[in-house]
């Protein structure tokens, strides 16, 4: 059993380690950087402490999305209580908790500015963890927002849903990316610089995606797709 400053020295190295990591990865990809890399740049002199500590990077990048997701999910949880404590309750605000607790990480110091820009990476890539619907255990704030927008958008077949959410929640995460990205470069005061209106407008976005009955061609599409895939 580790004693009380041997732990304390441990979770202070883990804590240098996933903020050099973040940062490394939102900026050049987790494929572009090594763990080598992410041990100099947290200041290690032993060389393999990054996998002493976390193993390998998929382990890294985990403790890198459980560092923000106590905030993210606490922010949530306030505003799902507010709707749920409310008479009735609109798609808008359904959609502004899924969106306000990862904008409201751009004003996190501690990483929250690298925390979008990774995900807004990952989302082609690791879309079934992103989409609300693909709830994970332990969460309990994605699957009461899961629960809640499908009986909202009871109009919508579940595979119409589901796509549209894997819509949303990329372009969500590649819209505040972009943003945060806008905001360290100084960039002029155009609209796109300005975080309350770009989160209002994302908010409406993705709620007008949502919201919209999917037109004869989607649907034509869709049961082509879905006929191709059962033959498959």
């Given at each position: 059993m580790q004693n009380p400053p041997h732990r304390s020295r441990a979770c202070a190295t883990r804590a240098k380690i996933v903020a050099a990591a973040e940062q490394l990865f939102a900026e050049r990809g987790l494929d572009g950087v090594s763990l080598a890399e992410i041990n100099v740049a947290s200041e290690q002199r032993n060389r393999?402490?990054?996998?002493?500590?976390?193993?390998?990077?998929q382990l890294l990048l985990k403790a890198i999305f459980e560092k923000h997701?106590?905030?993210v999910q606490q922010h949530r949880r306030e505003i799902l209580d507010g709707i749920q404590s409310s008479s009735s309750f609109s798609l808008d605000d359904l959609v502004s908790a899924l969106v306000l607790p990862v904008a409201e990480k751009l004003n996190d110091p501690d990483g929250g500015e690298a925390y979008v820009r990774?995900?807004?990476?990952?989302a082609l890539n690791n879309v079934d963890r992103l989409s609300?619907?693909?709830?994970?255990?332990?969460d309990d704030q994605?699957?009461?927002?899961?629960?809640?927008?499908?009986q909202r958008l009871r109009h919508l077949d579940n595979?119409?849903?589901?796509?549209?959410?894997?819509?949303?929640?990329?372009?969500?995460?590649?819209?505040?990316?972009?943003l945060a990205e806008r905001r360290q470069?100084?960039?002029?005061?155009?609209?796109?610089?300005?975080?309350?209106?770009?989160v209002s407008q994302l908010i409406d976005s993705i709620t007008a995606l949502l919201e919209t009955p999917p037109s004869d061609r989607s649907r034509e599409l869709l049961r082509d797709y879905l006929r191709i895939r059962d033959l498959a």
């Open positions: 393999n402490a990054v996998q002493y500590h976390f193993g390998n990077k997701a106590t905030d990774i995900n807004a990476q990952m609300p619907l693909q709830t994970s255990d332990g994605q699957q009461r927002l899961a629960a809640l927008l499908h595979s119409v849903l589901e796509l549209r959410l894997v819509l949303a929640v990329d372009l969500m995460f590649h819209t505040l990316a972009d470069q100084n960039a002029d005061t155009s609209p796109l610089t300005h975080a309350p209106l770009v």
